[in-house]
């Protein structure tokens, strides 16, 4: 996400810079009215803060941590443009004309960096809320993921095709066993990490026998897992 962060930085760069273009290079007189006045470096100066906080916030908002913050961040990349946006017009618009009052000016981007930044914080909360989801979920299914890449390494590794055959039947079982794991699963899976543990040294050792005893093992544990996994739920 610090490739969004950047760019929205060029943009707030670019928007900052119109801005000022816009205010200083019209007319600063109107129909006698001069825009430079005390009210006017009021405004120049709160619409420049307003500006200021929108980009130190937004880029805030902006970090992500992995690829699927980036994808849940969409949302304030949208929020965060049309502000700036929004921001740019009004404030380029009132603080250029010297016969409307720069006081609306400064009220209409004021309220349009709090509405941002209200908008932005119940973004990121329900980013981080859908993130920590995912996380507990992406932890909770790691023990079958790394169980199935390592019976299947050893499938890859069997010396012969009747050893093959039993490690296949072994990689089918915990391929579509429950993958959500739970606290009351611990001592069974430790069981079947240990029953793995001793079908790698079959292997290893061309043992078809005791490669064929150890599978049948692991099959029914992880059966017992699946059941044990209903009732947790």
């Known amino acids: 996400m610090k490739k969004s962060a950047l760019v929205y930085s060029l943009v707030w760069t670019l928007c900052i810079a119109l801005f000022n273009l816009v205010v200083f290079i019209t007319p600063h007189e109107i129909n006698g009215v001069d825009k430079f006045d005390a009210t006017f470096w009021v405004g120049y100066i709160f619409i420049t803060v307003a500006f200021l906080c929108h980009l130190v916030w937004s880029i805030i908002a902006l970090q992500a941590e992995n690829r699927k913050r980036v994808f849940y961040n969409i949302p304030l990349i949208t929020i965060s ?30 309220f349009v960096l709090v509405f941002n930044l209200i908008s932005i914080a119940k973004a990121a909360a329900a980013i981080e809320i ?18 199935t890449a390592n019976i299947q390494t050893l499938s890859a590794t069997s010396a012969t095709e009747e050893i093959r055959k039993e490690i296949n039947s072994v990689y089918e079982a915990v391929r579509y066993s429950d993958p959500v794991s739970h606290p009351s699963l611990s001592k069974i899976e430790l069981q079947i990490t240990i029953e793995v543990n001793a079908l790698s040294d079959a292997v290893k050792n061309e043992d078809a026998e005791l490669t064929k005893e150890i599978s049948k093992s692991i099959i029914a544990l992880v059966e017992q897992r699946n059941i044990e996994c209903r009732a947790a739920k």
Do not use: H, R
Not at 132 to 140: G, M
């Open 130 to 147: 859908i993130s920590s989801v995912d996380e507990k979920t992406e932890s909770q299914t790691d023990y079958i993921k790394s169980l």
């Open 81 to 110: 443009y049309s502000g700036l946006v929004t921001m740019l017009i009004f404030g380029s618009i009132f603080m250029a004309i010297p016969t409307f009052p720069e006081w609306v000016g400064i009220i209409v981007c004021v």
